[in-house]
């Protein structure tokens, strides 16, 4: 018996049903997504884009991502699912020793995370990878598109050729060997992520990688319809929340000027009594 939470995405690859992942960053929305029924979270780098504001994913910091599993963590507790199991993101520039990645993957283990992800599949990676796992902590890899290192891409569209397949096997072998136990594969041609699931004995997490992946992650903000526009073709907008909180927000402020807001049940009256005896 093996006692990680994250073991939820092996028991999909096992039963051949894919597993649900939803990328987020705070209490409410994990409360939310455990109680639709997700089956495991990630608190991901994309924090950087999608709420604070920044251009890219450079910008994480440790505090930042420690600051938002805690606060997932919090959101999953509170849920009708408490067990839900949380990824999180080990940022840009955490793991370059073997020393850093293990502080930095201890800090977000204490924050509440039940496994830690980082990107590539590179000596330095492949050693922090082996170190977090030899410290007791499960690891998830992520490749084929990897955020951190867009600057070293020209494409977003990964496992076009059969040489990029290749080089995609050879990465995604070296991580299941240093002991993975799932990884994530970003925008990767289905073809490729079809051959990397079956050859792989871990499973795979497929975001734009294709259907056959074991289970398929997508960032909150996206498939809810939070995010201003779908930033790739492979987000599916399942609502367009944006729109309906914009039209909230047009009638908060239009209601405020026309004096239609507040009215009585919105507030308190001082009791009937009391009111007399502080008129007379
Ligand atoms: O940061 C993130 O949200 C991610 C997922 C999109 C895989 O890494
Ligand atoms: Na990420």
Redesign the pocket.
């Known amino acids: 018996a093996r006692f990680s939470p994250i073991q939820v995405l092996s028991d999909a690859k096992a039963r051949g049903e894919p597993a649900a992942m939803i ?1 987020l960053y705070d209490a409410p929305t994990a409360e939310l997504c455990c109680d639709a029924g997700v089956d495991c979270l ?1 608190v ?3 924090l950087g884009n999608v709420v604070l504001g920044y251009e890219n ?1 450079i910008s994480v910091t440790m505090a930042d991502m420690i600051r938002h599993t805690e606060a997932v963590a919090r959101g999953v507790k509170e849920s009708s699912r408490p067990g839900v199991p949380i990824v999180a ?1 080990l940022p840009f520039g955490s793991y370059t020793t073997v020393a850093e990645a293990a502080r930095n993957g201890a800090d977000l283990m204490r924050a509440g995370a039940h496994a830690v ?1 980082l ?1 590539g599949a590179g000596p330095a990676t492949l050693e922090a990878v082996r170190a977090i796992i030899e410290m007791g902590a499960p690891v998830v890899g ?1 490749l084929g598109f990897t ?2 290192s867009a600057l070293r891409f020209s494409g977003v569209v990964q496992g076009k050729t059969g040489g990029a397949a290749e080089d995609l096997l050879r990465d995604a072998l070296a991580l299941q060997e240093a002991g993975c136990s799932a990884v ?1 594969l970003e925008a990767v041609t289905r073809e490729v992520a079809e051959l990397l699931t079956k050859t792989l004995s871990v499973p795979t997490i497929g975001i734009g990688a294709g259907a056959a992946c074991d289970g398929q992650v997508l960032v909150f903000h996206d498939l809810v319809g939070l995010s201003k526009r779908a930033p790739f073709r492979f987000v599916k907008r399942y609502a367009e929340a944006r729109a309906i909180l914009a039209q909230a927000t047009r009638d908060f402020v239009e209601e405020v000027r026309s004096g239609a807001f507040p009215v009585e049940e919105h507030g308190w009256s001082m009791p009937e009594d009391e009111l007399e005896g502080w008129r007379a």
């Open positions: 990328s990630l991901g780098d994309s994913f993101d992800k990107e992520h955020p951190q994530v």
